[in-house]
């Protein structure tokens, strides 16, 4: 027995050498295996932006394996879908839209990911939207934001719809953008912008996707002998009629319509209606505010025909202000944080002064004008301004001739001097301001007649109102301007 135990020890101790050297072996039978590492030599840029239809051609970086070379596949994936499986893409971006992308590199013991966006954008984006008139004929005009006024459509609405189906009347009257994707609460919307346009001769009026400018809906129902004028406001309210909705306000002649973007519908706004029949509202303009203090949507209109202020919210509380005197209406604009009142407007007839008034829509549970404490004295007002719509703001931006001003609206005085804020470079007036949302763009539109194209656009960044600079222009880009509309991106 110890004979053989001794054997058997003996053996192990003969063997233990040759078992060591078949670990420290280079052989594939035993032990570690090298591995053909897979390094890249550039790396993808993490988003490519391409115009609908525009081809996307890229080439997977050049790469290196060690210590082995091994046979190596490429397979390259957009919007979760295989696209290519060649060290070369060549994609036809088709649809418009954000896509994400992959590229996969792989041999026999690794593979890399590489991952990317592909934006393909929409025909119509970011930017200003002019509702013009040349040669009997309206158009709307598109300048881009993103090739800083480089890219011109002449006539966004007449190259995506035929004429035939949707013709526009020889009179612009309105134009207005929506922004519906403030109203899908956190859901991203395949609609996610509209504008509306109306015009008269004969009365049209449309609602139209701004991302391709195809019309979506024409309300032929509103067409009751007066054409729409006015579309001035989105409203959104918790109340039995909004039922938290995204609407928008029309003016029709003395009527007040509500359009509801989600279910393509329009009806009778429903408040007010008895209160303004006899009335002749202004076209300049029909404007809304929020009291978010009390939770009330308010609406403030001009009666051309009375001479007086009306307003009232969304609780059908309503009031007049018929003390205005010998002054001309200039138009009102929703003012302060929130958008929580609004200021109307009016000038002396002699051109002297101006004369505020802050409608609340829901002080107290009810609608309230307040006048100004005093009469405000506006320099360089020689003659009718254009007024900017304002949101969000206490400055009033308004243009003469071809200057424009800036009024600080909480003090009486602003600027000290007869100094305007911009004088444009060009012979011309300008005919239409606003602002972009967060006010920090004053958008111009001006005419220059007896030009082949009168209508010129200029977009300034107003953030240091004190030293307003020059962002973008196109000059006699289009027809004569009815209204500007800025689209931001969204």
């Given amino acids: 027995m110890k004979k053989r135990i001794l054997s058997t020890l003996l053996a192990g101790l003969l063997l233990a050498p040759a ?75 088709e649809d418009s839209g954000t896509f994400p992308g992959r590229l996969t590199i792989k041999n026999a013991d690794n593979t890399v990911y590489r991952q990317f966006t592909v934006k393909v954008h929409f025909p119509y984006e970011e930017g200003v939207y002019a509702l013009a008139t040349r040669d009997g004929k309206t158009v709307v005009t598109y300048v881009s934001e993103r090739f800083k006024g480089e890219k011109v459509v002449y006539d966004a609405f007449g190259a ?148 007086a202020l009306f307003g009232f919210n969304d609780l059908r509380k309503f009031s007049y202000y018929n003390e205005l005197g010998d002054y001309d209406y200039l138009g009102s604009f929703a003012s302060g944080p ?53 949101r969000n703001t206490e400055f009033l931006f308004y243009a003469v001739g071809k200057q424009i001003f800036a009024h600080y609206v909480p003090v009486a005085k602003f600027p000290e001097q007869n100094t305007p804020l911009l004088t444009l470079d060009k012979e011309g007036s300008i005919v239409s301001l606003t602002l972009s949302p967060d006010g920090y763009k004053l958008i111009v539109g001006m005419d220059t007649p007896g030009a082949e194209k009168p209508g010129s656009i200029f977009v300034y960044d107003i953030s240091r109102i004190e030293r307003p600079a020059l962002l973008y222009k196109a000059e006699n880009c289009t027809g004569s301007i009815k209204q500007v509309a800025y689209r931001p991106l969204d």
């Fill in 19 to 93: 078992f060591v050297s078949c670990i420290n072996d280079d052989s594939k039978e035993f032990g570690s295996v090298p591995m053909a590492q897979i390094q890249l030599q550039s790396e993808l840029q993490e988003q490519y932006d391409k115009e609908k239809m525009e081809t996307l051609s890229l080439t997977a970086p050049d790469i290196t394996q060690a210590p082995l070379q091994k046979d190596v596949s490429y397979t390259w994936e957009i919007g979760g879908k295989v696209v290519s499986t060649d060290k070369k893409l060549d994609y036809v971006c």
């Fill in 338 to 390: 929130g958008r929580w009142k609004v200021v109307s407007v009016f000038q002396k007839k002699d051109l002297s002064e101006c004369k505020y008034y802050y409608f609340d829509p829901g002080a107290n549970n009810k609608v309230d004008f307040t006048p100004a404490l005093e009469n405000v004295t506006i320099p360089g007002l020689k003659e009718r301004p254009v007024l900017a719509v304002a």
């Fill in 160 to 307: 995506e719809n035929l004429e035939v189906s949707f013709p526009l009347g020889k009179e612009p009257t309105a134009l207005y953008y929506l922004n519906t994707r403030r109203f899908t609460e956190g859901k991203v919307s395949k609609e996610a912008s509209l504008f509306y346009i109306a015009t008269k001769n004969p009365n049209k009026f449309y609602r139209v996707q701004a991302d391709s400018m195809i019309v979506k809906k024409s309300f032929n129902e509103v067409s009751y002998g007066s054409p729409v004028t006015a579309v001035i406001d989105d409203w959104k309210a918790d109340t039995e009629f909004q039922h938290g909705s995204g609407y928008v306000l029309i003016k029709q002649g003395n009527r007040i319509w509500a359009a509801n973007y989600e279910s393509q519908g329009i009806g009778n706004f429903g408040v007010g209606q008895e209160h303004l029949a006899g009335t002749e509202i202004d076209d300049k303009l029909l404007v809304t505010a929020t009291q978010t203090l009390y939770n009330r949507d308010g609406v403030v209109v001009f009666d051309k025909k009375k001479g």
